[in-house]
């Protein structure tokens, strides 16, 4: 679950334990003002951001804003004014890249690069074309760029200079990288049918690509975990799906059918969100599980265009902007929810939980309402835990957050 604020309760008897979850997560307004913005990244730690707003609500061209406190406010960088679509970010935040569909004339767009986390912009060598998605390295030096109808190009110094891949020409659509940039994977739609997509992988930093056994739809957006291992691809007809095996085999996951537009992943792989943008708002999904079971995260609705999390998954920002011009959210308290275990031991009932859980405070259901256990917590190998004795009887325990 994610950024859980209210209470995780776990009702347990003698030799029982029943697990239930609630679900009170934290989606709070940033400062960035309404554009139809269209994607974002992250630093490692989340705390330095950039997006891009593809332009204002009179389709005018917009610029690309960046965010030194995990997301709070926003500002305008230098950056001009393009019909900007995606960033990339460098796990420092220091080295950005950022491609633009169109320029403010409406020709081709070019892809800017950044050295000093946003604050100058220079237009690199890339050939102009409408550019729609982006992936770096964790150094920043691994660049992969996908153009709308036209090719992939790769760079391995920094955007200094490119060369198109082997990949056909496609409608591209979404493009995520492994941390050192050596795994990558594309969806692209096929260029004579814009209902039929593929996915296609690289291990060679993007200079080769292959298609992946994953059926033909029209995907939308993909990401990859820091090894490329895991991944995840939605398209926007309604499926999902992730593979654990670098994309040789897919499986299907149980979130409803949606014009799924934004897809993240935190560094191992395991905290997934799904975004849908098409038509209908709709809210944010998230996994704490890598994909095999989803939750909605909040009551927020929007036009999601793009997510990111932090490399712990603990922080997650996303951006609206598909059909209408949006806003910009962050979500936090993403700490893995705590799960209370209760065994018997002798002439006691241990009840314990992760040592790792520290913003959580455990309860005990007494005289019709929820209180604080006093009883000291002995830690005992990777769990905290505390003792009651069954002469007590029956009891009901829950995880609060502090």
Known sequence: MFCTKSFLPVAAALNVLLLTSVFGQDWVQSSAPKLYWQGVASSGDGVGLIAAAYSDSGYRPAGLYSSTNSGSSWNPTSAPLQFWERVASSDDGIS??????ADADWN??????STDAGSTWHLSSAPRQNWIGLSSSADGTKLVAIGWGGLIYFSTNSGNSWDAADAPQAYWRSLAASSNGAKLIAAGLDASDLHRGHLYTSIDYGQHWVATSAPDTNWFCVASSADGTRLIAAASSGGVYTSTDSGLNWVSNDLPSQAWFAVASSAD??????LPGGELPGVVYCSNDGGVTW?????????WTGAAFSNDGAKLTAVQGGYEPGLIYNCRNQEPVPVLRIRCSGGDI???WPVTTTAYLLEQYSNQQWVTVTKPVI??????????????GNGLFRLRSN
């Open 96 to 101: 950005l890249v950022a491609a633009a569909y």
């Open 295 to 303: 939750q909605p995260s909040g009551t927020i609705e929007g036009h």
């Open 269 to 274: 792989g395991k905290r997934l969100a799904a």
């Open 379 to 392: 830690i005992e190998g990777s769990r905290n835990q505390v003792l009651f004795s069954k002469a007590t």
């Open 350 to 352: 241990v009840v314990s």
């Open 108 to 113: 081709p767009g070019g892809i800017y690069i």
